[in-house]
């Protein structure tokens, strides 16, 4: 059984802060490149972060210098920190692995995070 719980999620004033956790269970995490995801309603769902089994790490240019990605393989957990948080950053934010050998992928069920105008 594989799952990916995300956590962390919630409401907060623009400028705000959150962090988003992740904890896998079920796969050999180590071996997964870790993505967050993000879709508001009527909108396409997009990459925000991701980071590589070997740790390289992509920042969708909105959210460049505001959140960052983490990861700790020892606790088979991502993480994403997110500072500065606009308005336009409420979305359900999704946990999501892929590993490039097996082509397995696994979402989580979704966070909520809203930002107050």
């Known amino acids: 059984q594989v799952q990916l719980v995300e956590s962390g999620g919630g409401l907060v004033q623009d400028g705000g802060s959150l962090r988003l956790s992740c904890a896998a269970s079920g796969i050999i995490f180590r071996n997964y490149n870790m993505n967050w995801y993000r879709q508001a309603p009527g909108k396409q769902r997009e990459l925000v972060a991701r980071i590589t089994s070997s740790d390289r790490l992509r920042y969708a240019d909105s959210v460049q210098g505001r959140f960052t990605i983490s990861r700790d393989n020892a606790k088979n957990t991502v993480y994403q920190q997110m500072n500065s948080l606009k308005p336009e950053d409420t979305a359900v934010y999704y946990c999501?692995?892929?590993?490039?050998?097996?082509?397995?992928?696994?979402w989580g069920q979704g966070t909520q995070v809203t930002v107050s105008s």
């Open positions: 999501n692995g892929r590993n490039d050998w097996s082509l397995n992928e696994y």
